[in-house]
């Protein structure tokens, strides 16, 4: 039996997101937790962390997920961004903490000028430094990406650069989102090529470190390099290819987090059932 959720809103309360998880019919979910599209952000109220532990608690959801906002960039070279990203990743990281949550899912971001090699440099430092300032339990998970121009992690070799810096490498795991891997030149569409993507990971990063999926189709083709989300089954890598997917150990031993549409073909709840479905 997979473990499936999806991303989950916080509007009104972080507390609030586990009841509309379940209600939406998840096994696991994710959140931010703040808004995601500035860097402005409010300490954690005590009593909203309480609320949040005991309904997280009272529920079978597992495991809970925090996804990074979309301003960071671990790769900058404009010292403000830097600092703002610094303190971001820090932050999310004890917020993860004090809510109970394991997992902290990050992008790597983006490189200048300076080129790809200097932008890894940058990303290891940057989490080094988080790691170091928040001492917690709490796992950060590196996404990896679609190929997008001057992006850093659509290729394994980029995220085996970066971990070969990590200087507590036990608190870092990766979150595989099979959208960007397909966008990024990943065939996932037959049971050769996701073998063999498989095979890939797991000789370069090792597959026993992948501890989330984000199960995503993709709106792209094959090495398209978008990074646009599709309904389970609807997108480039179709029903046939969720089918090889889900019937994989890798992925069926996996919390899956679903980050599709909604729109008037199929909603969040649907999108569980579908992948139910599949998997089934």
């Not at 470190?209 to 189709?217: F, G, K, P």
Request: hydrophobic share 40%; charged share 25%; proline share 4%.
């Amino acid at each position: 039996m997979v473990r499936v959720g999806v991303h989950v809103s916080i509007a009104g309360a972080i507390s609030k997101a586990v009841g509309r998880a379940a209600a939406a019919g998840c096994d696991t979910f994710q959140i931010f937790s703040r808004n995601p599209r500035g860097w402005a952000f409010r300490d954690l109220d005590p009593a909203e962390i309480t609320l949040f532990r005991q309904e997280l608690d009272g529920s079978r959801l597992f495991p809970a997920v925090d996804h990074m906002p979309y301003l960071p960039n671990l790769a900058t070279m404009n010292p403000e961004f830097a600092e703002k990203s610094r303190i971001t990743l820090a932050a999310e990281l004890s917020r993860c903490g004090m809510l109970g949550i394991p997992y902290l899912v990050t992008h790597l971001g983006h490189y200048g000028e300076e080129g790809k090699e200097a932008g890894r440099r940058r990303v290891t430092g940057m989490i080094n430094n988080a790691l170091d300032e928040v001492d917690n339990p709490v796992l950060l998970l590196l996404e990896n990406t679609a190929g997008e121009k001057n992006g850093i992690g659509s290729r394994f070799e980029d995220l085996g650069v970066v971990i070969e810096g990590i200087e507590k490498p036990s608190r870092v795991g990766f979150c595989f989102d099979t959208c960007h891997a397909f966008g990024a030149g990943y065939d996932l569409r037959s049971l050769g090529g996701l073998e063999d993507t498989l095979n890939r990971f797991d000789e370069t990063l090792g597959l026993r470190e992948i501890r989330l999926v984000h199960l995503n189709d993709s709106k792209g083709d094959l090495g398209s390099g978008l990074d646009r989300h599709e309904h389970i089954g609807l997108g480039y890598i179709g029903e046939e290819g969720f089918l090889q997917i889900l019937s994989h150990e890798v992925f069926r031993n996996l919390p899956l987090i679903c980050e599709t549409p909604v729109d008037e073909r199929r909603d969040d709840a649907g999108n569980i059932r579908k992948v139910r479905e599949l998997a089934g």
